[in-house]
Every structure is written in structure tokens, then in C-alpha cells.
């Protein structure tokens, strides 16, 4: 229960990875406040999941991180209610899969507002607190698409460099008031996300969906096996830690081997 009495604001903790590291965070101590689109009562079901497994206040907070103004509106609530702003995983995510030329601008647009903007937003909101209490972990979700590219992912992948870059900034800018700022950049999880780019892939590769599972997805990684939420949450957590406070401004592959190879 290292994190007890901390509190934590995990973006896109409704499904997958997010919802990984809200569970990983809440079981050490700390209360969450998730956030994310989905069902309402799903929703509901494992806010409410959060606090009776765990003992932890766990809030839902529904801002959309194409809108600034809802993301600054979400810290400055986790401040008041949980008390508190230690720690910020941005994670909110969405990927779309065209060729360059014929990517729809409304889409490039919209992965990068929910990917690179809102951590930016984020941040902003947040390091101020964290400045005052001398204290923050912050974590930025990228991916093994911010040291490498694949075809048909301009955006994706224009964001997530995007994102190693300013996680590398923030961390120099905050530095010498005990915060923390890393990046964790995983390969391919089995979550929503990489389920529904395959038929956009199947199209833009001309693949069947099988040639799509195992000639993209798992011949990316040497380890010929999808990454799990609970390991990509095992690497944030220990970047919690006390003992992780010299790392700062680090860029973490957690891909099976993929960014190596
Ligand atoms: P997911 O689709 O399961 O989760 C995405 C989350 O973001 C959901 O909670 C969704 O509601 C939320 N979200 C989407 N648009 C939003 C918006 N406008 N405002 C607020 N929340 C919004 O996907 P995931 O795979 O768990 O992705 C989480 C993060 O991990 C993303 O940043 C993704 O790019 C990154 N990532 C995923 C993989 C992978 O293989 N799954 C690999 C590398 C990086």
C-alpha cells in the first residue's frame, strides 16, 4: 500500500490499459479518478468496483480530452474531492489507419487532440499542483510508435513522437520539485484500441484478418505474444516508487522486443 493517502487522475481508464493502471494504483492505496467514454453503467460498475475491492475513493470524471477547458475543469475536481493531485498517467488514446493521402483531416485532427494535446493540457493543469507539494509522477502512455513508424498511421504516430518529446521537456521543466515525468511506450496490447484497426488495416494492406493478426500485430514483436494491460500497469507503478525518482524523462518500451529488433 505504497500510494496510500496519494491520489491519482488516470485519462481513458475505462477500458484497457487505463483501466490497468487505475486497478494497479487503486490496489496500492491510491484513490483514482477515472475518466473515458463507454456504457454508464459499465462505467458505474467499475468505479464502484474500485472503491469495495479496494478501500480507496475512486471517482468518474467524464471529460473529453478534445476539450481543454474539460480537462483543466477534471484536475482542478480531483484536487478539491480526492484532495489532492500526485499522481497523472495520461492515457486517452485512438488511432486511425489510411494511407497519407487519403487520411480524412477531421481524423488526423481528432487523434492528435485526444493523444499529444490532451497530455499537453494535462500537464499544464497539473504541475503546478504537483510544484506546490513538491511531489508528482507523471506518465505519459505513448507507444513503440514513438521510436518507430508503420505505414498508414501518420497521425498515430506523429503524435506519439510527439508526445516522447514533450514528456522529455516537462521532465526537464520540473526536475528540481521532486516530480517525476516518463513516458511508457508498450507494443501491441489486446485491447479495443488494436481490435478495431484491423479491418481499416485489412483495407489499407490489402490482408485478410488472419495475415493482418499474425504478419502485423504479432511479427512486430520477437516475443510472438500480445502485451498485457497488468504488465504495461507493473512498469507505472514501480515508476511511483520512491526508489524511481531519479528516473526522470525516460522513454520505457514495454514491447516484446519490437522497438529492439
Ligand atoms: P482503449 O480503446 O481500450 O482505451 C482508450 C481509452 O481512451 C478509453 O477509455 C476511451 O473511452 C478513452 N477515450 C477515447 N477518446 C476519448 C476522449 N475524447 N476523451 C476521453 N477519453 C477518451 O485502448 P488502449 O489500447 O487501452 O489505449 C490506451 C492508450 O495506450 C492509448 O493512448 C494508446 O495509444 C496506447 N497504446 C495502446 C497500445 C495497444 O496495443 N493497445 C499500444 C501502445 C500504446
Known amino acids: 500500500m505504497f ?12 477500458s484497457g490499459i487505463g483501466l ?22 459499465a462505467i458505474e460498475k467499475e468505479r464502484a468496483a474500485l472503491e469495495a475491492t479496494h478501500g480507496v475513493k475512486a471517482l468518474y470524471d467524464a471529460a473529453d480530452m478534445t476539450k481543454p477547458d474539460q480537462i483543466a475543469a477534471m484536475v482542478a475536481r480531483a484536487n478539491a474531492e480526492l484532495g489532492s493531485v500526485d499522481i497523472v498517467i495520461s492515457n486517452a488514446g485512438i488511432q486511425h489507419v489510411a494511407p497519407v493521402e487519403e487520411f480524412p483531416v477531421e481524423k488526423w485532427d481528432a487523434v492528435i487532440a485526444i493523444n499529444l ?3 499537453f493540457h494535462l500537464m499544464r493543469a497539473a504541475v503546478p499542483l504537483m510544484k506546490a507539494k513538491k511531489w508528482g509522477r507523471i506518465i505519459t502512455t505513448a ?3 514513438s521510436l518507430v513508424a508503420s505505414p498508414n498511421k501518420a497521425a498515430y504516430v506523429a503524435a506519439k ?21 516518463n513516458c511508457i511506450s508498450p ?15 485489412m483495407k489499407a494492406r490489402g490482408m485478410t484478418r488472419e ?10 514483436q520477437p516475443t510472438k505474444a500480445f502485451v498485457h494491460p497488468e504488465q504495461v ?29
Open 20 to 41: 490497468a493502471y487505475a486497478k494497479a494504483l487503486a490496489a496500492e492505496g491510491a484513490s483514482v479518478m477515472i475518466n473515458g467514454f463507454g456504457d454508464a453503467d
Open 211 to 220: 495475415q493482418v493478426m499474425n504478419d502485423v500485430l504479432l511479427a512486430a
Open 161 to 181: 513522437h510527439g508526445i516522447a518529446g514533450l514528456t522529455k521537456t516537462v521532465a526537464l521543466e520540473t526536475a528540481t520539485f521532486g516530480i517525476t515525468v
Open 3 to 14: 500510494l496510500k493517502g496519494k491520489s491519482a487522475i488516470i485519462t481513458g481508464s475505462t
Open 117 to 119: 494535446s490532451s497530455t
Open 233 to 261: 500497469a507493473a512498469l507505472a507503478l514501480f515508476l511511483c516508487r520512491d526508489e524511481a525518482s531519479a528516473i526522470t524523462g525516460a522513454n520505457y518500451s514495454i514491447d516484446g522486443g519490437w522497438t529492439a529488433a
Open 187 to 201: 507494443g501491441y496490447v489486446w485491447t479495443p484500441l488494436v481490435e478495431n484497426q484491423i479491418p481499416d488495416t
Open 143 to 145: 507507444s513503440a510508435h
